[in-house]
């Protein structure tokens, strides 16, 4: 055990770094062969949640195959851009510093200062406009970040961080994603950091959350995973209030895990069912 591990104690439901690690580097092999590419690119922010990514898909395909993109805007910490670099340092890939300033601010001249979360919605969404820009320039695809206790949360952006072609992380809560920090490697600076979208200054995930990422992990799984009811869930331990604040917003933020519904009209099979027209040709780019 190597001695950032040694620090973080391991739940009994999480799943064991190495394994976590050796199922998303056969998934993101699998996925760029059926695409046909070799290449990834991925935003760095200098979070926990894209270091990992960045170090599984190093771990699977070698560093000169993953490409990092540093996006900040104006109000971004130097801190983030120190420990992007420190990541990318790190792991051994090339990476370049693409400011959204100048494109978000088009956008942003129209939208309070005070209207955060629309603010920090346009900067997460010119990012994905940069990233999928390069994907094409650099004949890859763009590698997914966000983790499963943000996506039950909805604790992201719609065709902004949540956007991608592929996400090695989607099925691993954030203390999984500590972990496998830790198990990486990853500069310890990544690892201690406050979580943080970096939107605005100041901005801290676990405080617009109300509560701690070890306790809604917890509690996710306990809810979601094993299917356990608000009676089951208070012999446990957790508190009313909170099961259903979580609970609520698991349902309401529904949508955002979904592709968009469609009409389905008469001689229109899906291509994508078992059987159809993927199963027979094969899947196509994802760019």
Excluded at 21 to 42: P, T
Excluded at 86 to 111: K, S
Excluded at 193 to 202: F, H, Q, Y
Aim: glycine share 10%.
């Amino acid at each position: 055990m190597n001695d950032m591990l040694a620090g973080l104690e391991r739940p009994g439901w999480a799943i064991a770094p190495a394994e976590a690690a050796e199922r998303a580097g056969e998934f993101i092999r699998g996925v760029l062969k059926d695409a046909g590419v070799d290449h990834l690119v991925i935003g760095l922010s200098g979070g926990i949640d894209s270091a990992v990514s960045a170090g599984l898909a190093v771990r699977a395909l070698g560093a000169d195959k993953v490409r990092g993109f540093l996006l900040p805007y104006t109000t971004s910490s130097a801190a983030s851009i120190t420990d992007a670099e420190a990541v990318a340092a790190t792991l051994g890939i090339r990476h370049e510093t693409v400011p959204i300033a100048p494109m978000a601010d088009a956008f942003l001249q129209d939208i309070p200062a005070g209207a955060k979360v629309r603010r920090g919605n346009v900067m997460a969404r010119c990012r994905m406009i940069v990233l999928y820009d390069r994907s094409a320039a650099h004949d890859a695809l763009v590698l997914g970040t966000g983790n499963r206790t943000e996506a039950l949360l909805g604790y992201t952006t719609m065709y902004g961080d949540n956007a991608c072609a592929l996400n090695p992380v989607g099925q691993l809560y954030k203390t999984e994603i500590r972990l496998l920090a830790a198990w990486l490697e990853l500069p310890r600076a990544v690892l201690d950091k406050a979580p943080s979208a970096d939107l605005w200054e100041g901005q801290a995930d676990e405080d617009e959350l109300g509560f701690s990422y070890a306790e809604v992990d917890k509690l996710l799984h306990a809810m979601v995973d094993e299917g356990r009811d608000a009676d089951a869930l208070a012999q446990m331990g957790f508190a009313p209030a909170m099961v259903e604040k979580v609970a609520a917003r698991v349902r309401a933020m529904r949508f955002k895990r979904q592709t968009p519904p469609v009409a389905m009209m008469p001689g229109r099979p899906d291509p994508d069912a078992p059987g159809g027209f993927t199963a027979t040709f094969g899947a196509g780019d994802s760019r």
